[in-house]
């Protein structure tokens, strides 16, 4: 079996235990500590973005590095309606579950029919529907992280956490909807960082698509920037082929 072959086999055949396995031990006991609990979110700074991994993105960005700039957009909304201190804070917490579930894409074997069938479909949003095992994992990872290892020693932390992750996997309010933009934003930002890097060697086009899914305006301006600045770019890359 190849090793990509294996990472999926892994992810379609996740559970709370065997995830649990590979945390470092021992560890100090929740009820006196919130120790527990970041040693698993140090995860989150080692586990690569799968999509960027698949398209041999070398030394590609980690889930924390993508949150940590999404908490940096989500400080500049220019709409004083939406709470942006509340939208930092659900930035940091929105993809906290990978830290045991790790990046999930529809290539892996999880839920896969009820993933989209675009052909340009994005390998790190679930733009169209959400994944029902995917968001199951997700929410047992949650309910452990907040409720068995942050409870006992910061009860209303851990409550605040739950409850700003579901916000924004519901996404009705303001600041969610909001959030879920700067979501795909960033990722656009860094395809055509990636680009550049690459010198044009990487068309990292398939991650565009992303852009039709933003819904406020102001986040939408700056997609269309972006995107106007990446075919600036390409066209100085075509005109040195000349």
Same mark, same amino acid.
């Given at each position: 079996?190849?090793?990509?072959?294996?990472? @999926?086999? *892994?992810?379609?055949?996740?559970? +709370?235990?065997?995830?649990?396995?590979?945390?470092?031990?021992?560890?100090?006991?929740?009820? /006196?500590?919130?120790?527990? &609990?970041?040693?698993? +979110?140090? %995860?989150?700074?080692?586990?690569?973005?799968?999509?960027?991994?698949?398209?041999?993105?070398?030394?590609?960005? $980690? !889930? $924390?590095?993508?949150? =940590?700039?999404?908490?940096?957009?989500?400080?500049?909304?220019?709409?004083?309606?939406?709470?942006?201190?509340?939208?930092?804070?659900?930035?940091?917490?929105?993809?906290?579950?990978? /830290?045991?579930?790790?990046?999930?894409?529809?290539?892996?074997?999880?839920?896969?029919?009820?993933?989209?069938?675009?052909?340009? =479909?994005?390998?790190?949003?679930?733009?169209?529907?959400?994944?029902?095992? %995917?968001? *199951?994992?997700?929410?047992?990872?949650?309910? =452990?992280?907040?409720?068995?290892?942050?409870?006992?020693?910061?009860?209303?932390?851990?409550? #605040?956490?739950? *409850?700003?992750? #579901?916000?924004? #996997?519901?996404?009705?309010?303001?600041?969610?909807? &909001? @959030?879920?933009?700067?979501?795909?934003?960033?990722?656009?930002?860094?395809?055509?960082?990636?680009?550049? %890097?690459?010198?044009?060697?990487?068309?990292? *086009?398939?991650?565009?698509?992303?852009?039709?899914?933003?819904?406020?305006? =102001?986040? %939408?301006?700056?997609?269309?920037?972006?995107?106007?600045?990446?075919?600036?770019?390409?066209?100085? !890359?075509?005109?040195?082929? #000349?």
């Amino acid at each position: 079996m190849s090793a990509g072959s294996s990472t @999926v086999n *892994s992810k379609a055949h996740w559970t +709370l235990e065997t995830a649990l396995a590979d945390v470092p031990k021992p560890v100090t006991a929740p009820s /006196s500590s919130p120790l527990a &609990f970041l040693h698993i +979110l140090e %995860k989150l700074k080692t586990t690569p973005r799968e999509g960027w991994r698949r398209h041999g993105v070398s030394h590609g960005e $980690s !889930i $924390s590095d993508h949150m =940590y700039r999404m908490s940096i957009i989500s400080m500049l909304c220019p709409d004083p309606v939406v709470n942006r201190d509340h939208c930092v804070k659900m930035a940091v917490v929105h993809d906290m579950a990978e /830290s045991l579930v790790g990046d999930i894409t529809p290539v892996d074997g999880v839920a896969k029919s009820i993933f989209p069938t675009h052909p340009l =479909y994005d390998y790190e949003f679930n733009l169209c529907c959400a994944s029902d095992e %995917k968001h *199951s994992r997700e929410l047992q990872t949650m309910k =452990y992280l907040t409720q068995t290892l942050l409870t006992p020693s910061n009860p209303q932390i851990a409550d #605040e956490i739950m *409850s700003l992750w #579901e916000e924004y #996997e519901d996404g009705s309010t303001r600041e969610a909807i &909001f @959030v879920k933009d700067v979501d795909k934003f960033e990722l656009l930002c860094q395809a055509v960082e990636y680009e550049k %890097k690459c010198e044009g060697q990487k068309d990292l *086009s398939e991650f565009l698509w992303v852009a039709n899914g933003i819904k406020t305006d =102001y986040v %939408k301006k700056w997609a269309l920037d972006l995107l106007e600045e990446r075919d600036s770019f390409w066209r100085d !890359i075509e005109a040195k082929k #000349e």
